[in-house]
């Protein structure tokens, strides 16, 4: 996984049309195996961007999540606050895992909120409870009884269609302000960032400058059209606190739904895990040490014991500085996986993380000097 730039993260977070009903069959949605109707919400017709269209159809579908880690009758009791956003009539709902777990907080195992609170926009608040959580993707379910309170889930959209430069839409409840909304753009995509609740990092964020604070965590961005495209999860700040400067992340809404569909049918998510760390092989690099590529992931490190070590890649043996670049050169360069082009050390995680599956056997193709070879690893589980 490639090196980050060291920067204070701090939590933010920051969704609802009409509908037409599907019926499909058991088992066969994303919605998991106990429904049998899906309620899909139109996207919003229009030519232009129109944030006050949005807001108005999609909001309704927006909540406040409060989360007591203590029992909420205890003197000491003090609440976490967040966003959600409604995604299925049954009364499935997303947000961050961060928000209703202490995970990135401290040392140890993250410990699930002992209560959760749901608040629409009315004001009335029902109980929620933890269908599960996956931590790696800073992504959690929660399900609430849809006959307490009227329903209007928010379509998703498809994060792969982003591009940079078009306009988003965040509602959310920055700093206890429910309901509110911001506008920006998207101002790059498929960025890897340093997650706040695992060691490893979150992929394929789409960063935006739409204003998002405290508070807006869990939230919906939406394009144009009124459909989640990612969930806020983190601002970067340059150490000044927890305000907004103008860099904020969202988990794609694809990767999400990869999360929602496994903790409904089995209450967990799971990795594959191949035990490396690399950076990425520019042609600065390859043409200095005879690579045979100018592209792919260089080998800086690998785990005792891991599937890597076991496969007998290669890791670095020496560090360079090549104009002004960091690297660790003499191992193995990965220039594809499962015939999938490797490109950097980004490409490496997102293959893995989104392709592959515990106990599968991959082929790592890999130069080592001007040789090229391919490595058969049999990925274990992330633990």
């Not at 204070?8 to 019926?23: K, Q």
């Not at 983190?234 to 999400?256: D, L």
């Not at 409904?264 to 191949?274: C, E, H, I, N």
């Amino acid at each position: 996984m490639s090196r980050s730039a060291a920067a204070l993260l701090c939590l933010f977070g920051a969704v609802a049309g009409a509908t037409v009903v599907l019926v499909v069959a058991k088992g066969a949605g994303w919605l998991g195996r106990d429904t049998n109707t899906v309620v899909v919400q139109r996207p919003l017709t229009g030519n232009g961007f129109a944030p006050a269209q949005i807001y108005r159809r999609r909001s309704p579908g927006v909540v406040t999540v409060i989360s007591y880690f203590d029992a909420p009758t205890s003197p000491d009791a003090s609440a976490g606050q967040g966003s959600g956003f409604v995604v299925a009539p049954n009364g499935t709902i997303l947000t961050n895992a961060h928000v209703v777990t202490t995970a990135g907080q401290g040392a140890g195992a993250a410990a699930r909120a002992r209560r959760v609170y749901v608040q629409f926009a009315d004001g009335d608040r029902v109980t929620a409870r933890i269908v599960g959580v996956d931590l790696y993707d800073d992504v959690a379910v929660l399900r609430i009884d849809p006959k307490q309170h009227p329903l209007d889930p928010v379509p998703l959209g498809d994060s792969d269609r982003v591009v940079v430069g078009q306009p988003v839409a965040a509602i959310g409840s920055p700093f206890g302000n429910t309901n509110s909304l911001s506008v920006g753009v998207v101002s790059a995509i498929r960025r890897s960032i340093p997650s706040l609740t695992t060691r490893f990092n979150l992929v394929d964020a789409i960063q935006t400058d739409a204003p998002i604070n405290h508070g807006n965590s869990g939230g919906p961005l939406f394009d144009a059209h009124g459909e989640a495209i990612g969930i806020n999860a983190q601002i970067r700040s340059s150490g000044s606190g927890s305000g907004f400067e103008g860099v904020g992340f969202a988990v794609p809404i694809n990767s999400a739904k990869r999360s929602l569909d496994q903790l409904l049918r089995t209450g967990r998510v799971s990795y594959a895990y191949v035990g490396i760390s690399t950076e990425d092989l520019v042609p600065a690099v390859a043409r200095r040490f005879g690579y045979a590529v100018r592209h792919g992931a260089l080998v800086d490190s690998i785990n005792p014991g891991s599937p890597a070590a076991k496969a007998g890649l290669v890791a670095g043996t020496r560090d360079a500085l090549v104009d002004g670049l960091d690297v660790r050169v003499g191992g193995d360069a990965i220039v594809a996986i499962n015939g999938l082009p490797v490109e950097n050390g980004e490409d490496v995680v997102r293959i893995v993380a989104e392709r592959l599956v515990p106990g599968e056997t991959a082929r790592f193709s890999v130069v080592r000097g001007r040789q090229r070879r391919v490595v058969a690893v049999t990925m274990a589980a992330r633990g």
